[in-house]
């Protein structure tokens, strides 16, 4: 489970995000709506611990992202040599379904919904 707990950020005098309460549960779908400047960006940012909130703080199962095991030491969490999916390759998809106990039928009808599931994991630096 994430949770935002009063979260407030500023830039300067700007107001980023103010009072922001949430909790986003294990294995729905969450969004965050609103317009440009709503502080849907720098509340992700606050979450993944790249921004430092004025007030409150986000956790991820209790713990801030920091304190958490990472997923896959000394290499890229995403696995960023990997797609979502490719015959006869390291299959990103794969390897998260399996170590949350997902078939691989689900991993493809998931995918099958999906137009960029063939392009490599963004930002990386093999893509």
């Known amino acids: 489970m994430i949770d935002g707990h009063q979260l407030a950020n500023r830039y300067g005098a700007a107001v980023a995000v103010e009072g922001l309460r949430f909790t986003a549960q294990p294995s729905r779908v969450t969004g965050f709506l609103g317009p440009n400047g709503a502080g849907k960006s720098t509340t992700m940012r606050v979450i993944l611990g790249l921004h430092v909130p004025s007030a409150g703080r986000a956790t991820i199962g209790g713990r801030p992202y920091a304190r958490l095991r990472p997923v896959a030491p000394g290499g890229c969490a995403a696995g960023c040599w990997r797609r979502a999916r490719r015959p006869h390759r390291p299959q990103h998809g794969l ?18 919904l999906v137009s ?6 963004a930002g990386s630096p093999w893509a």
């Open 95 to 112: 390897a998260i379904a399996a170590s949350n106990g997902i078939g691989a039928r689900r991993v493809d009808e998931v995918l099958g």
């Open 116 to 121: 960029a599931a063939h392009r490599r994991v």
